[in-house]
């Protein structure tokens, strides 16, 4: 319901810019567009009383309410599903992580889901589905939170008093990943268009790129990723890799 009205109110001419200019092949929902099943948070739920209550207890409310409520979104919006079951996968049970099926983990993410009053659908979720599927509030996308790992693209600019600026930079995008990405064409991220964002770097000097001692690549176009910290007249990011794309930053 709540998706209809959204789309209600984006006007057309948008549509049609966001059919222009995402991938053709598969569409991107979100957690509210019903994309588990009744039946699968049932199996779901089993799983969980099995394998993650007497850690988590039944009322997911474990570890400072780390599956549930604001605590769970707060570590999770504002990225896709996908990061969430890899971790579960990866790491859970504590005591025996990787151990179960792929059917049971994506049953109990669909149980968590259904525990965070995302509504259910017709279709099971699915490990194809997980990366197309957003998460998201219940007031659609938002800024991504302070102290949530990011990555940011931008211009490499020095202050007058010696501190690192990224300048033009993107909107800041979840990433799980603080090291270098590998395999990320760095052509791409020359080329990806400037923002108008702005982000004090801390660390710059121990977190570049090249060897130790190196002159950073300044007035060029780099790919940051840190720890973000916006504040109201500060913004910035604490970072744990920085690359440069080789080209100049152009204004
Ligand atoms: C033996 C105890 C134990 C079991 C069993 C267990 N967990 Fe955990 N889980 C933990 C601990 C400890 C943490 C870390 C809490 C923290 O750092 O705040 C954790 C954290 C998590 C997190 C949050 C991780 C993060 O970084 O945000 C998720 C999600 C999670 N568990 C899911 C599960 C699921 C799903 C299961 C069942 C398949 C499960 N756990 C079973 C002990 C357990």
Known sequence: MRCMILRLQIPVGFLWLVAATTSP?????????????AAQAARGESVYSAECSRCHKDDLSGYRNALIGERFMDSWREDRLE?????????MPRNAPASLSDGDYLDVVAYVLQANAFPPGMKELTSDALGDIKVE???????????ALVEVVGCLVQGAG?????????????????GDSAG????????????????RLLDADV???????????????????????????????????LRSSGSACVR
Request: proline content about 9%; hydrophobic content about 30%.
């Open 25 to 37: 092949a598969r569409g991107v929902e979100t957690v509210w567009d019903g994309v588990y099943t």
């Open 162 to 178: 010696g501190e690192w600026f990224l300048s033009d930079a993107t909107e800041p995008v979840r990433t799980r990943d603080p």
């Open 83 to 91: 990061s969430f079951f890899s971790l579960v996968k990866r790491t």
């Open 184 to 199: 990320t064409d760095m052509s791409a991220i020359g080329r990806k268009t400037a923002g108008s964002h702005r982000f």
């Open 207 to 241: 977190v570049r790129p090249g060897p130790k001692g190196s002159p950073l690549p300044q007035g060029q176009r780099v790919e940051a990723k840190g720890f973000l910290m916006r504040k109201p007249g500060d913004d910035s990011i604490n970072l744990t890799s």
């Open 137 to 147: 509030g219940k007031q659609g996308p938002q800024a991504v939170p302070n102290y």
